[in-house]
Structures are given as structure tokens and as C-alpha cells.
């Protein structure tokens, strides 16, 4: 008897020590996940447009819909959609379903959430890829119909990308700022508390409407300087990285403790140019700058081979890829004579916009594009200051940065990079701006995909972006953690199981 009590007495004191250590966790069904190098600027969906901001919210607030691993919509909070009219679809809510804070879910928490995303005084920076939405009306509790400005195809997947249903009295008593430090929705996880500089901790909603999930207890998010993060898996301190260095993928694999899991994603690194004044006016000089970049050297270098060239801006298999655009042949000889006979026979330098978590790419492309004459004065922008940055977007000559899909629809990258109402592109391109419009509009998806291939193959004959890889992205794993990865690279944590030892 003596033993036992001595060992029950030694296990309560390493537990009372090493509490957050995440090899010990495991039996408490907790999972550290690391997914971005800072803190995100606010935990308020109406401030934030942002993939990794997306992700941790994403696990406490849900939408009407939302994306399933393979990127098909599917039921969220609505259990079933059917469309009225050409301007309005009709939402079938669940029942029985609670905030957070015990706020009843219901049509009129939806008709808050969606209005205020459109409002003009929210100022949602994605407010252009929601603006379709008008109004929303209630017909009974769990009844409601969103109505849009005009016939939008795309509206189940903007939906499912961007809109959260928050509580509409808990969000009024605490305001924006209140909010966005104490997010407050439906789903599988509860918001505990936020270390700043360190970490955001959830915990297990029990009341979740989907019975028996989430699997875990608490979800962390854990925010680690790159170079650190595979040390941290390795030791146990985290449980799974959603983006592995290439560099370190072979430590990885041979630990034990740990595995690789690789899957092609909708999610890319590129860059746009600044048309509306020289260099890249010009047409060939776009032209030049596209066959002066390598995108097999891009790829070996830069991701390890984890990737597919691409020659667009739309991936294959997603909606609206046109598969007939094969990237842009590498030739940096015809590129320099270009250069020469365009009155640049030395060459140029351009101020480039350069977001961090394509800081390794916009570096090899500088040094590509350096061969032929062409300098990057690069700037390194964090998510978090992304919209300081772009207040006087006509500063930059070009953008080089990253961006997931997050409509599932090859609509969402191009018009991130290149539509005029898009917050992220430089100068706006007529045919563009025609054929996205033209696009939102069309309610066939047969005529939709057609519309979204001339896109592709206008952009591409124009030379309007620069196109690099579709990424496969590697994640790397504590060997008892089950994940499946999302083709959009945004993750729901709520079906992740961790085995017991």
C-alpha cells in the first residue's frame, strides 16, 4: 500500500510541475497546434481578413455553412439552403443551439451577423467580397432569407469563407474591442484566455451541437519564431505544425515520436504589378519579369519540391481552373532582350510589398530576377501590419505574397490579386474587373466555369500576375495525433484525435 501512495504522491507533484508539457498532456486531450510565428491583430472577424486569423477563429465562431476536407460546402449552422428566386436563398437553422454564453442561436442572430458585415461602418476589410449581401429577413426563429443586390453565384461559398455568426446581446454589451479580446460563438471550442506573445488557449464546448466532438479538451494555439517550431516538435512541446520547412522534413521523419503528412493544397505564393504607371504598364515588361523566374528551381529551392508550376493563378481541381494554361517557359535570354529593347538596357529597381510568410520566395525570385537587371527593394510585412502598409497601396511597384483559397472557387485567389475592389492589387484591369462581375453573376455553373477559363486565359496572355506554385503543403505530426489536412489549407480541429499511449 505504501508504494502506491508514493507513486500516486510522485505522479501529482510531476503533473503539478510540468503541467503544459505536451507529451504529458496527451492523456488530458490537449492539442498544441502551431500555425503562424505572432499573435494575430484581433480575435473580432469584422477587423480581421486574414488565413491565419481565419484558422483560430474558425474553431470558436461558425457560419450558416462551411467547407468540408475536400472543399464541397456543406451544413454548418444552417441544416439545409434552398433558393427562391435568382436574389434569394432561403436558410433552414438548427435548433437547440446555444452560444457560448447561453445567448439562444436564431434568425435574428443571423440577421445581426450578415448585416453587419455589410454595413459601411463596420469597415470589414473583405468587404468587397461580401458586398453582394442586402438584407437579410426573418421569417420565424429558424427561418431566414438572405437576399443579395443582384443574382450571386458564388454566395454559398462567400458564405462559407468568411461570414461568422456572432451573439448579437454578449456583442453589444462588450463592443468591438471587448469582443475581439473574448470571442464569443457556437462552436466545438470555448475561448479561455490569450497570452500575448505566447499562445491562445480553447477549451471543449460540452454542448456542441455535432455529439461526440470536438476529441480533444483544449485546443492551443501556440505561436513560435520559425526557426524554432520543429525543435518544438521534436521536444514534445508542440503536437502539430502546419507548415514544415522542407529543410527540416528529414529530422522529422526519422524521430520516433513524429511523422510528415503531405497534401497538395489551394494555396499559393505570387505577385502583382502595379499597371498603372511604368515599368509594368507595359506589357513587356510583365512578359520579361515572367520568363526571367524559374518555378522548377522556385519550387526545389524554395519548398524542397513540395509543389506543382503554375501558369495561372487557379489551381487543378479546383472550380473555374483553366487546364489548358501551362505555366510560362523559363528563358532569361529572350527576358534581357526584351529589357534592351524596351529602353531598360540596365535594368531597373522596384519597391516591392514582401509579406513574411513569403519572405523565402520573394527572395529567390529577387535573386532570378537580379540575373536580368532587375532589383527588389523589398519591404517585409507581418499580417498584422498588412493594412498599415497598404493605405497608399500606388507606393509599391509589386506585391509578392501568399494566399490560401479560401471560397474554394478559382474566383477568390484572382480576385484577391487583381480586382480592382480587392484590397491587396495594385491597379485595377478592365477585363478583369468585366469577367469577375460577369462570374459573380452567373448562377449556372456550367457558364460560371467557362467565364472563369477566359479569365484565366486573359490574365495569362496579358502577363497581368506573376504566377509561382501550387503548394503541397507538409505538415509535421506527434505520432499519435490523427489529422486529416483540408485541401484549402484551413483546418477544423474539432475531429483531431489524439491516441492514448
Request: aromatic share 12%.
Amino acid at each position: 500500500m505504501g508504494r502506491w501512495i508514493f507513486a500516486l504522491f510522485a505522479l501529482l507533484v510531476f503533473s503539478l510541475l510540468w503541467p503544459d508539457r505536451a507529451w504529458s498532456a496527451k492523456s488530458a486531450g490537449i492539442l498544441r497546434v502551431c500555425d503562424d510565428v505572432r499573435d494575430p491583430p484581433s480575435l473580432n472577424p469584422y477587423q480581421v481578413f486574414s488565413e491565419k486569423t481565419h484558422i483560430i477563429l474558425q474553431q470558436v465562431l461558425e457560419g450558416l455553412l462551411r467547407f468540408d476536407a475536400e472543399g464541397r460546402v456543406e451544413p454548418a449552422l444552417a441544416e439545409r439552403w434552398e433558393r427562391l428566386n435568382d436574389a434569394t436563398v432561403r436558410f433552414y437553422l438548427r435548433k437547440n443551439v446555444t452560444f457560448h454564453n447561453g445567448e439562444p442561436f436564431d434568425a435574428r442572430a443571423v440577421k445581426f451577423s450578415l448585416e453587419k458585415y455589410v454595413a459601411p461602418e463596420t469597415r470589414f476589410p473583405a468587404l468587397g467580397f461580401v458586398a453582394t449581401i442586402a438584407s437579410v429577413t426573418v421569417i420565424n426563429d429558424h427561418v431566414v432569407d438572405v437576399l443579395t443586390h443582384h443574382p450571386d453565384g458564388l454566395l454559398l461559398n462567400r458564405l462559407a469563407a468568411w461570414i461568422h455568426i456572432v451573439p448579437p446581446q454578449y456583442y453589444a454589451n462588450v463592443g468591438d474591442q471587448g469582443f475581439a479580446g473574448q470571442p464569443v460563438g457556437t462552436g466545438p471550442f470555448r475561448f479561455e484566455r490569450w497570452d500575448k506573445n505566447k499562445e491562445i488557449v480553447f477549451a471543449r464546448n460540452p454542448d456542441y451541437w455535432m455529439k461526440g466532438y470536438p476529441k480533444v479538451d483544449r485546443l492551443v494555439f501556440a505561436f513560435i519564431a520559425q526557426e524554432a517550431q520543429v525543435d518544438a516538435l521534436l521536444k514534445g512541446e508542440v503536437d502539430l505544425l502546419t507548415s514544415l520547412a522542407g529543410t527540416r522534413t528529414t529530422d522529422v521523419q526519422k524521430n520516433k515520436g513524429t511523422y510528415v503528412l503531405k497534401k497538395p493544397t489551394f494555396y499559393t505564393i505570387a505577385g502583382n504589378f502595379n499597371i498603372s504607371r511604368p515599368p509594368f504598364s507595359n506589357k513587356r515588361i510583365r512578359e520579361a519579369v515572367n520568363l526571367a523566374v524559374d518555378r522548377k528551381a522556385l519550387i526545389r529551392y524554395d519548398i524542397f519540391g513540395n509543389g506543382i508550376p503554375l501558369g495561372t493563378l487557379s489551381f487543378p481541381d479546383e472550380f473555374g481552373h483553366n487546364s489548358q494554361i501551362k505555366p510560362y517557359p523559363y528563358n532569361p535570354k529572350k527576358a534581357r532582350q526584351i529589357l534592351k529593347e524596351e529602353g531598360y538596357p540596365a535594368g531597373f529597381a522596384l519597391k516591392v510589398f514582401l509579406k513574411v510568410n513569403a519572405e523565402r520566395t520573394g527572395r529567390i525570385i529577387a535573386k532570378q530576377l537580379d540575373a536580368i537587371g532587375i532589383t527588389l527593394n523589398s519591404v517585409l510585412v507581418s499580417d498584422a501590419e498588412i493594412f498599415e502598409y497598404l493605405k497608399d497601396r500606388g507606393q509599391w511597384d509589386m506585391m509578392i505574397y501568399d494566399c490560401p483559397d479560401t471560397m474554394s472557387h478559382a474566383f477568390f485567389v484572382r480576385s484577391i490579386f487583381l480586382s480592382g475592389e480587392s484590397p491587396f492589387s495594385l491597379a485595377p484591369d478592365q477585363g478583369i474587373d468585366e469577367r469577375l462581375r460577369k462570374l459573380t453573376a452567373t448562377l449556372d455553373p456550367q457558364e460560371q466555369a467557362k467565364i472563369s477559363e477566359d479569365l484565366d486565359r486573359h490574365i495569362y496572355e496579358n502577363f497581368l500576375a506573376l504566377p509561382t506554385y501550387q503548394r503541397i503543403r507538409t505538415y509535421g505530426l506527434r505520432r499519435a495525433v490523427e489529422f486529416t489536412p483540408y485541401v484549402l489549407g484551413m483546418p477544423y480541429f474539432y475531429a483531431v484525435n489524439i491516441r492514448a499511449n
